[in-house]
């Protein structure tokens, strides 16, 4: 069967013994041809030292125009205990804040202790809740009937009413003979046209209201 190639960290493990049995500085194309030897291939040597070079177990520097990689097994070993340093503080950290969201949890629970007296109460207000709900529901079916919307409504209709009695005969005289105005007004008080000459019949366009709110 094909043999399994090697996993990432395990990659990183072959790279950094190469650093720590010679303790030596190697260039990439150094390591590239070191690589194979250790069962790294040469096209993952450069993502291997790369992330070694990440997590600081390996160290990378420019001298001239050349960069060069090393590793100690002390200074490696200074870097992990830096880490666990680290990971050690957050853990703390992390443990001491779950222990106060659990005392703040606790703090709310209190008063809600489950109990009949509490489901009663808990019904009640979902009662009321639904209550309220149909009754707005209802109140907007019979928004139309508003006493408010109905007087503003009626208003509305005796203006215009008004307004068509006013200008039906007159205006269609005005519209038709521009150039006899005068005449015409002479004409209107000698044949007794008034304003309201022409009465159009108002039609109540506003229902009067019925149902609860007309009671």
């Known amino acids: 069967s094909k043999k399994r190639g090697l996993s990432l960290e395990e990659k990183r493990e072959k790279m950094l013994q190469i650093f720590y049995e010679s303790q030596d500085f190697y ?18 040597v ?40 680290k990971l050690d503080s957050d853990l703390q950290s992390n443990k001491k804040r779950l222990a106060e969201l659990v005392k703040q949890c606790n703090d709310l629970k209190k008063g809600r202790e489950e109990s009949d007296e ?62 006899a105005k005068e005449q015409l007004e002479n004409l209107y008080k000698e044949v007794g046209i008034t304003d309201d000459f022409d009465y159009l019949e108002a039609s109540p366009a506003v229902p009067s209201p019925t149902g609860p709110m007309g009671d």
């Open 27 to 44: 260039l990439l194309k150094e390591l590239e041809k070191l690589g194979p030897r250790k069962g790294v291939i040469t096209q993952s």
């Open 46 to 85: 450069k993502d291997v030292v790369q992330s070694l070079v990440d997590d600081d177990l390996v160290s990378k520097d420019k001298i001239g125009t050349s960069v060069y990689f090393w590793s100690l097994p002390s200074c490696s070993g200074n870097q992990l205990s830096n880490v666990y340093r």
């Open 118 to 179: 509490r489901e009663e109460a808990l019904n009640e207000l979902k009662s009321i809740e639904q209550k309220y709900n149909e009754l707005k529901e209802e109140m907007g079916r019979y928004a139309d009937n508003d006493p408010a919307t109905l007087e503003a409504m009626k208003n509305a209709t005796e203006v215009a009413h008004a307004a068509a009695n006013r200008w039906t005969v007159r205006q269609w005289c005005s519209n038709n003979f521009p150039q």
